[in-house]
């Protein structure tokens, strides 16, 4: 008889899977896993307590630096958070851009993690860049509109920073002509591959019950079966007028997240034609002209949370009184997404836990913060 | 289910869990600024349970009031009045507003039941809390740093904690 014997190895923290510096400290029994403990913290910087060094409007651009993918998400969330505590008010016009960059964002989100998934994977490169590409045009967007390609810092208390250009519509409604060729040239190729299959059904399964139970939230708790999305159940800013669905999985999987991510992206588009269709008859301009940006908001707390593209982001805010929050806490998705990842990948192989790891789509920026 | 406000959760709680609710007195924000008008001290509008009963008031609002969903754990300091404010923020799947829960811990002896029995999601928000603030939850199975290495010492999150002269800079030099 053979015998085999438990082994500790360490995935990471200098990894080219680990999408940055987080290290897993796994068991192993041949291939198989017994058990996965994440270990961060490598990129901490301790992100909420510079913050409450700095006044209000000195964090916007900081908070792009959280999830660098998502600036745009990162300034909505805050920015309503300021704006809640302050009782600033938003001009309609202000609103719809917010909400046309934060899909744009979430487009360009999926379309990444999804091309680093099929990496993952194996599939080397070609995916990727098909999903940069696609992430370029939306980048040139946000370019003309904030200045700033990545590290964005758009958003105001208020509103926005400046209004659309004039050649940014003409530009986006080029794009949301090209963009179903690209969601469904992606599907055609990803949804019945084999690799793909072989590598994504029935691994890193997370029943319905235990994704509630981990407070994971967004792609990831909508694979597995639960329709939450903070855009439909506590809708913010004007996300209840437009006409969208939430896309759920059944199973919990892999490719059930893979799915959702390629739905979400369709369904990103069809809140974006709305918002080109309504924008025109916005009433005010894209910043309410009274909100004064050094804010000294009346002694209190406030907290927001939107549906950023990873899951519910949000910030918990205490004032003073003073021109610096007394407390500063950001609710990170992607941190508390890797809550549930050990058990998703115990008794899956090694080569697995590279693949669960990309469906739960993480960024360190956040997860340390 | 009609969503609750806190008024009314207060209202509940304090029809079927007499003597969890406490009186939520203000907490004084430090520090006061130099000149100008003294701020207000801090009166919350949400419910503050007491660190005993915290398991039993969380635990109705999962069971009996169906707000399964437990979305975030913060800490603030309030050096001023020498205790730490925990945060538990709760929501329903079903949509609407949450409820918050808040309880209120000495500074000497920073002390919380832990929710991660209950709800597994809780674990990293509570290691979370315990690595910058130094929150013991008791009963959690694995309260290790979690950012910070394990053998640094200081709590970095608190307000008293040294912004200069740290002991770990250019300690290498």
């Not at chain 1, 040139?140 to 208390?157: H, P, V």
């Not at chain 1, 940014?168 to 409604?173: A, E, G, H, I, R």
């Not at chain 1, 929050?325 to 080569?351: E, H, Q, W």
Request: glycine letters at 8%.
């Amino acid at each position: 008889m053979f015998k085999t014997e438990e082994l500790q190895i360490n995935i990471g923290p200098q990894h080219p899977s680990t999408h940055g510096v987080f290290r897993m400290l796994v068991t192993v029994d041949g291939e198989t896993i017994i058990d996965l403990k994440p270990v961060f913290g490598y990129l901490h910087r301790n992100h909420e307590q510079i913050a409450e060094q700095n006044t209000y409007l000195q964090n916007m651009p900081y908070t792009d630096r959280l999830d660098y993918f998502n600036s745009m998400a990162n300034n909505q969330a805050y920015a309503m958070a300021v704006e809640k505590l302050a009782g600033i008010e938003v001009p309609e016009r202000a609103e719809y851009i917010r909400v046309l960059m934060v899909e744009l964002t979430r487009i360009l989100n999926h379309a990444g993690a999804l091309g680093f998934l099929i990496n993952d994977m194996g599939m080397w490169q070609t995916q990727l860049a098909f999903g940069m590409r696609e992430r370029e045009k939306i980048l040139d967007l946000f370019e003309m509109a904030s200045g700033a390609r990545m590290m964005c810092n758009y958003f105001r208390f208020g509103g926005v920073v400046r209004d659309l250009p004039p050649e940014f519509m003409p530009k986006l409604k080029e794009l949301l002509v090209a963009m179903p060729a690209f969601v469904d040239e992606l599907e055609r190729l990803l949804r019945e591959n084999e690799i793909l299959m072989q590598r994504a059904e029935g691994i890193g399964v997370l029943p319905r019950e235990l994704a509630l139970a981990y407070s994971v939230t967004g792609p990831v708790l909508r694979g597995s079966g639960v329709p939450y999305d903070i855009r439909k159940a506590e809708p913010y800013s004007v996300y209840d007028r437009f006409d969208f669905d939430i896309p759920v999985g059944s199973v919990g999987d892999v490719y059930d997240r893979f799915l959702v991510r390629i739905e979400e992206m369709r369904q990103s588009k069809r809140i974006i034609e709305q918002i080109v269709e309504q924008l025109p008859d916005a009433r005010g301009g894209h910043i309410n002209p009274k909100a004064r940006q050094n804010v000294r908001p009346p002694v209190g707390d406030a907290y927001a949370r939107i549906e950023s593209p990873k899951g519910e982001l949000g910030f918990y805010l205490v004032s003073d009184g003073s021109p610096r929050p007394y407390r500063y806490k950001v609710r990170a998705p992607s941190f508390i997404n890797l809550t549930p990842l050990g058990d998703m990948c115990r008794g899956y192989k090694v080569a697995d836990v590279v693949v669960i790891l990309g469906s739960i789509d993480i960024v360190m920026g956040e997860v340390d913060r | 289910m009609p969503r609750l406000s806190p008024e009314e959760l207060r209202e509940r709680m304090a029809r079927d869990l007499p003597g969890t609710v406490l009186e939520p007195t203000p907490l004084r924000v430090t520090p006061p600024p130099a000149h100008g008008p003294q701020p207000a001290p801090f009166v919350t509008t949400d419910t503050v349970v007491a660190a005993e009963q915290l398991v039993q008031a969380a635990l109705y609002l999962r069971d009996t009031l169906g707000y399964a969903f437990l979305s975030d754990i913060a800490v603030v300091d309030y050096l001023a009045d020498g205790v730490f404010e925990l945060v538990y923020r709760f929501y329903t799947i079903e949509g609407g507003d949450g409820l918050v829960l808040k309880v209120r811990v000495p500074r000497e002896a920073p002390e919380a039941p832990s929710l991660t029995p209950y709800w597994p999601g809780a674990n990293l928000h509570e290691r979370e809390a315990f690595d910058l603030f130094g929150i013991i939850f008791t009963d959690h199975p694995f309260l290790r740093r979690i950012y910070m290495w394990d053998e640094f010492e200081g709590w970095p999150m608190r307000k008293d904690f040294p912004k200069q002269g740290d002991k770990y800079i250019g300690a290498d030099e």
